[in-house]
């Protein structure tokens, strides 16, 4: 489940994994690319139709804004997406892999100027730790 919006660039780390595991033909349901994005309006249902439709892990993709620019997070468990910028979201995912792509404190401005080439090295490290997480489960 590859979380963001591609028309923020700080933001869009999701539906590039999402599109780079499809592209490299990831054995597994990815949700989340740049032709259909996850994003804050549509999350909600996306994760009930995951859950009601799946019953394996889920992989939570998203970017995030933090102190260390430029580090990929793994950790066990959901993430909360649009956390930082307020916005009230359900906890999703089983396992969660977040990039920080911005620093805190988040501003619009600041997350809609990252360089959309940071970000896109960031997807293919993630993509690549994503398909490590399919391949040992």
């Keep these: 489940m590859c979380i963001g919006t591609d028309s923020v660039s700080g933001d869009c780390l999701g539906p590039l994994v999402g599109q780079l595991l499809i592209s490299r033909g990831l054995p597994a349901y990815v949700y989340g690319t740049l032709i259909r994005p996850i994003t804050a309006l549509n999350l909600t249902e996306y994760y009930a139709f995951i859950k009601r439709k799946h019953t394996s892990t889920v992989i939570a993709v998203d970017s995030c804004v933090g102190k260390n620019v430029g580090n990929i997070y793994v950790s066990h468990g959901g993430l909360k997406p649009g956390a930082a910028s307020g916005k009230n979201l359900p906890w999703v995912g089983d396992i969660s892999v977040t990039a920080v792509t911005s620093c805190y404190p988040p501003s619009d401005k600041r997350f809609a100027s990252?360089?959309?080439?940071?970000?896109?090295?960031l997807a293919e490290s993630v993509a690549s730790r994503v398909e490590d997480l399919v391949k040992n489960s």
């Design 114 to 121: 990252v360089r959309l080439g940071f970000v896109y090295s």
